[in-house]
């Protein structure tokens, strides 16, 4: 570990504050993946019938720096329509974009009929990162725990289907990721000074967390709390836990026969000389 991600682990309290149990040994790579495959599966199910239903869903992912959003979010994807299924990561807002109602550029990513949004962070950025680092004023802050179960209960209302889960990582752990990314070329461009900044505010965060959620968490969209220790135990127990809070089925879909393959036709085509193609770079490997 480098110099300074010992001085990060020096800072403060270095204890968990909670947010994650140490659980049982990780899942075995076999069991997992076999699992995963068929949550993915059902998971394409639900987008058939989300398409069907003219359903709206939503589904919000918050967390920790490094406790998993992002490799959940690429999981739950990764067999879905992009154009039924999009993952929504905004950047921070334009100087005209502060100026407006803060739920108002989220209003404008929500589905319509027939869409899923998994939003990698959401307008809960208020009540965390812009709140610890002092990015919005205390007023605003305050305005946005009051303000924001009503806007979800709105949406529920509405007939949205809205999910939040809130992926927990100890802070050991949360170190031995963020080491890793430090130390990994290939992913290094994932570690932010925001990372950096979380750990040594680590107590902060966790108030901000602890106060969001007594805010926010109603009846019609409470939180679930994801323990994300072993990644792919987290993976695995959200998909699950999204799915059966859907009443989903599988549509049935008019069979599809291929035609029988024409014979060539005796059209002329024109000389592969006259198009340029990409260089054979695999031939090179064998």
Known sequence: MTSMWEDIAMAGNTRSD????????RLPRAVYEKELFRLQGELVKLQEWVRAEGVR???????????????????????????????????????????QWYFQRYIAQLPAAGEIVLFDRSWYNRAGVEHVMGFCSDQEYRRFLVQCPVFERLLVEDGLLLRKYWF?????????????????PMRRWKLSPMDVESMVRWDEYSAARDEMLSATDIPECPWYLVESEDKRRARINMIAHLLSTVPYYEPSRPSVELPAVPPAGSTQRPSRTRYTYVPDHAAGLL
Do not use: C, M, W
Not at 18 to 25: E, Q, R, W
Not at 168 to 184: P, Y
């Open 57 to 99: 869903l939503v589904v919000v992912f918050e967390g920790r720096d490094a406790a998993g959003k992002g490799s959940t979010i690429k999981r739950v994807a990764e067999y879905l329509n992009p154009r039924v299924a999009r993952i929504v990561a905004l950047p921070a807002p334009t100087e005209r974009e502060r100026t």
């Open 18 to 25: 909670g947010d994650a149990n140490v659980g049982p040994h």
């Open 168 to 184: 927990s990582v100890s802070r050991a752990e949360q170190l031995r990721r963020l080491s890793r990314r430090s130390e990994d």
